[in-house]
């Protein structure tokens, strides 16, 4: 059992590729899981197997394809990093692989967690995403409802006479 993991996800549209190392970066486990309840469920179980106290995730895309996995990670209190995928484009060109695969990909990102830690200039490759409060959250809910009245609005107005509401008195 570890106190501590680390967890890198490369973030596909159908699948995603796991990987799992300790806090010194020592790779303990790697697999994939689908893009559905059923694969976010086995994420879970796998990642829970190692029994860690801390456990870090790190994710290319936060939102994206990573949702709803990416709430599901901050709902457990596990602490969700974005990856900058400039700063993993750039870390990938100094230290080439053989070939492009996802697996190489989410090992790649777990290297990061340790440069992260150890070097300056690797800090901003991670970047922690904390959970919206709850005003964040309704104020996400009101600007997107807002500008869905709006699309609709402007919909109905072309090509016919201007919409025109009457307010009671």
Known sequence: MNDSIRVAVDVGSR???VAVSDATGHL???FS???HHLGFSHFFDRVGRHGAADVRVAMEGFNGWARPLDQAVLAR???LYNVNNLKLARYKEI???PAKTDAIDARRMLELFSLAEQRPLARN???EIQSASAA???LKYLTRRRRILVT???QRSIGSEPLIIKLPN
Do not use: C, T, Y
Request: glycine share 4%; aromatic share 8%; charged share 35%.
């Open 15 to 17: 699948q995603h590729r």
């Open 28 to 30: 303990l486990d790697e």
């Open 33 to 35: 899981i689908d893009h």
């Open 77 to 79: 209190g596990w602490r």
């Open 95 to 97: 230290f080439p692989a």
């Open 125 to 127: 490759a991670l970047v």
């Open 136 to 138: 964040q959250r309704q």
């Open 152 to 154: 609709e609005r402007a």
